[in-house]
């Protein structure tokens, strides 16, 4: 009888198999979770459904965020070879995600019941989605250097997000993490400290890219949002686990890059204009 070591299908499987059980798991947490939250006063419920159309919604943007994600993940598995190890990698990376994604929903409930503490989180998350839209622009270097409509439009989104971020650059350095440190990825770690540096990058990006979708969570459902978003963890580490060269050029194409970046820009207006409103609204 053949076991994992000795069999390829196997060690492909079993990975992949894990992957899908750990997004049941990772769903039934949530589900108590907000079953938890909506037991506490804290004003209005989390409503436990699950619409097709926010998880939808969390399952684009949460794969368009993931570029930070897929380089690390890509190199992590690069330096630690193995179905062990990949087992590890997939185990960590997801609680790690979901952690990050919890703690954030734990904050907008309690914050949202006071107003100003809604609009200051709100705010920082749309600072965060600049930050985000700034970082698709390298992915769009080519369009600098090229004529026409595509050099207007990389030179007018860069200078304005530059323009915009230098003044929010006090605020978001204390908020976002040294990604280039963090997306080295460290080789020659045992099972267990493998597993525990999984778990901690992706809880740190899963904070700051969770805290950048507060701004929608007054128009879609929290609960089926981030379905979405543990569903697009899911679907990236498989096509990570098939082909790690691949997924990663297939994220950071630029015509995806700069829908993105269009996108994060107008979730962000959307999130001062949600800003205004409660300053306009408490006065």
Do not use: C
Not at 141 to 155: M, S, V
Not at 156 to 172: D, E, G
Request: no cysteine; net charge positive; glycine share 8%.
């Amino acid at each position: 009888m053949k076991t994992i070591d000795d069999s390829k299908t196997l060690q492909q499987l079993v990975p992949l198999a894990l992957t899908l059980i750990i997004l049941g798991v990772l769903i039934a947490i949530l589900y108590l979770f907000v079953f938890v939250l909506d037991l506490l006063p804290f004003g209005e419920k989390i409503i436990l459904i699950t619409r097709p159309v926010d998880i939808l919604v969390g399952l684009t943007i949460y794969l368009k965020t993931a570029i930070d994600f897929a380089i690390f993940m890509g190199r992590l598995m690069a330096s630690s070879p193995g179905w062990r190890n990949r087992i590890a990698i997939e185990i960590g990376s997801a609680l790690g995600n979901a952690l990050g994604t919890l703690l954030i929903i734990a904050l907008w409930v309690v914050f949202k019941e006071i107003d100003w503490l809604l609009a200051l989180m709100v705010f920082i998350a749309s600072l965060v989605l600049l930050e985000l839209a700034y970082g698709g622009l390298e992915h769009l270097g080519d369009w600098e250097r090229q004529a026409g409509l595509k050099k207007i439009l990389f030179n007018l989104l860069q200078n304005f997000l530059q323009a915009v971020l230098l003044l929010a650059q006090p605020i978001l350095k204390r908020i976002i993490p040294d990604l280039r440190s963090l997306l080295k990825g460290k080789a020659g770690l045992s099972w267990r400290a493998l597993f525990t540096f999984s778990m901690s990058v992706p809880f740190i990006l899963g904070l700051d890219d969770f805290a950048g979708y507060v701004p929608l969570f007054n128009v879609i459902n929290v609960f089926g949002f981030a379905i979405g978003v543990f569903l697009g963890h899911t679907l990236l580490n498989i096509a990570l686990f098939i082909s790690p060269s691949r997924t990663i050029v297939a994220v950071k194409n630029e015509y995806v890059s700069f829908v993105g970046t269009i996108a994060f820009i107008g979730l962000a207006f959307y999130g001062f204009f949600e800003v205004y409103r409660i300053f306009t609204h408490l006065f």
